[in-house]
């Protein structure tokens, strides 16, 4: 059982960055493979990025490529998301999931464990 607590949402203007964090409980983190996803009101839950469990893989949405950077360190436990150049279509509740083993799929579906989610708003 894996645990997810995100953090670091918040308000900021058009162009700014955030970071949000992802803690999670286990003594087998680096086992799983990350991901961030996203969903804005009236819309579906969407992909963001990923990261494999070693972090020496990334991969990322069209929409936030150059602009988005996700990346861990193991012995704390944490996953991030290094957001710049915020637009107003990033905003949305942004949520971390792992999913055990190798891969960075794109589906919800394939993703064991989720986190109750942090907003983001990115006023214009």
């Known amino acids: 059982q894996v645990q997810l607590v995100e953090s670091g949402g918040g308000l900021v203007q058009a162009g700014g960055s955030l970071r949000l964090s992802c803690a999670a409980s286990g003594r087998t983190f680096s086992s799983y493979a990350m991901g961030w996803f996203r969903q804005a009101p009236g819309k579906e839950r969407e992909f963001v990025a990923a990261i494999t469990g070693s972090g020496g893989a990334t991969y990322y949405a069209i929409s936030v490529e150059g602009r988005f950077t996700a990346s861990r360190d193991n012995a704390k436990n944490t996953v991030y998301l290094q957001m710049n150049s915020l637009k107003p279509e990033d905003t949305a509740v942004y949520y971390c999931?792992?999913?055990?083993?190798?891969?960075?799929?794109?589906?919800?579906?394939?993703?064991?464990?989720w986190g109750q989610g942090t907003q983001v708003t990115v006023s214009s």
């Open positions: 999931a792992a999913r055990l083993g190798d891969g960075m799929p794109v589906t919800t579906k394939f993703y064991n464990y």
